[in-house]
């Protein structure tokens, strides 16, 4: 069930639904805050209990509501072809984990759209309920302001996430509108991703202004959301030129090579040969790899077994890394890092195992100056 910092809640057509635990303190306190500020205020005689009662309510269907949200974008994704490994929601709402980018254009605006239009469908029902309850249930006030308050809610999702800045929604879409129009898929990022960073400035803008003029919460809570907002943009751009930057490439041009060692070799003498920072070595037997030995090995054997310990005896067998050939491409590698981020991917050639590929050596290759996250208002054209 617990997987790092996150909770298996199940799964929905195929697709990992979990939990961030910063979701738990965020769900704390909305609780609170609807508990101790929007239900008193509606009907101050009634007890605390129910106040919180109806805030933990609240809390749990603005939950849900976010769970439908980023489920619309799943459902779509999958029908248009991608695959979605899992949903995860988190501090500021839901994360879809789609593993690839769409191939067109329009599947990219019809995935943008779908949550915005799931949130505003949710915001109808959720504000209708509470009409209905109005009208059948005259004194029910609190149930009213539930259900208003959830279904207003959700109509602020939608429009929040159509705002125009990579990679919320809105930007998704323009960036969809844009790439139509150029049939240029970098531009469009680098565009949508302006659009990101002034919607992310005008948010902290208006934070500050909020939090002199109107209420100190909601402008610290804006204000993070600029940050935030911010942050995903450069990232979600890095990430996109990395898609681009890996999709020409071979395994082999960002693998670094295999320095071999030869399996009785001792830990004493590996050391020195490890002083040069590789990472891994191939382990070889009579001219024949049998095996990876890590520099890290170093670390957990104590110094005076270093002068009788061998290098086959800490080295890992072959058949235990994911392997890849040398043509084939780097995109590939990076998928199968992000499965299994702490085991090394092997490049093979004819002859056997020739190079490794760690996320440092994807890192290293991203960290070249054309791959830094760009500034405000830098456009590459
Ligand atoms: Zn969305």
Do not use: C
Not at 194 to 213: K, R, V
Not at 350 to 379: C, H, M, Y
Request: neutral net charge; charged residues 15%; hydrophobic residues 50%.
């Amino acid at each position: 069930m617990f997987k790092h910092d996150e909770i298996l809640l199940g799964k929905i057509l195929g697709i990992e639904i979990t939990l961030n635990y910063s979701w738990l303190l965020i769900l704390a306190i909305f609780t609170v805050y609807l508990a101790l500020t929007v239900f008193p205020a509606v009907e101050p005689t009634k007890p605390a209990a129910l106040f919180f009662f109806m805030g933990l309510s609240g809390s749990i269907l603005i939950f849900g509501s976010i769970l439908l949200h980023e489920l619309a974008h799943s459902v779509v994704a999958v029908r248009g072809g991608l695959a979605v490994k899992k949903i995860t929601l988190f501090l500021f709402g839901g994360a879809s984990r789609i593993s690839e980018e769409p191939g067109t254009p329009q599947l990219e605006i019809r995935m943008a759209l779908s949550g915005p239009v799931a949130s505003l469908v949710l915001g109808f029902i959720f504000i209708n309920i509470g009409l209905l309850v109005q009208h059948y249930y005259f004194n029910a006030h609190l149930t009213i302001a539930l259900f208003t308050l959830v279904g207003l809610t959700n109509i602020t999702l939608a429009i929040f996430n159509l705002l125009p800045g990579f990679p919320l929604d809105g930007g998704r879409v323009l960036r969809g509108i844009l790439w139509l129009r150029s049939r240029d898929l970098k531009k469009a990022t680098t565009q949508a991703t302006n659009g990101g960073e002034i919607i992310a400035y005008l948010l902290i803008a208006a934070g500050i202004l909020e939090i002199f003029f109107i209420s100190f919460f909601g402008g610290i809570w804006l204000i993070l959301i600029g940050f935030f907002l911010r942050q995903m943009a450069r990232w979600s751009y890095t990430q996109t030129l990395a898609n681009f930057a890996l999709k020409n490439m071979t395994a082999m041009e960002i693998a670094r090579p295999l320095v071999g060692v030869e399996n009785n070799l001792s830990l004493t003498d590996f050391s020195e040969k490890a002083m040069n920072h590789e990472k891994f070595f191939l382990v070889q037997k009579g001219g024949h790899a049998i095996g990876i030995i890590s520099a890290q090995i170093l670390h957990k054997v104590t110094a005076d077994e270093w002068a009788i310990r061998r290098v086959g005896d800490k080295s890992l067998p072959l058949g235990s890394f994911s392997r890849i050939r040398s043509g084939d491409a780097a995109l590939e590698a990076l998928k199968i890092l992000q499965e299994k981020p702490n085991m090394p991917v092997l490049v093979y050639d004819q002859d056997g195992p020739v190079a490794i590929i760690t996320f440092d050596e994807i890192a290293g290759f991203l960290s070249r100056p054309e791959f830094k996250p760009l500034n405000f208002w830098q456009s590459d054209g």
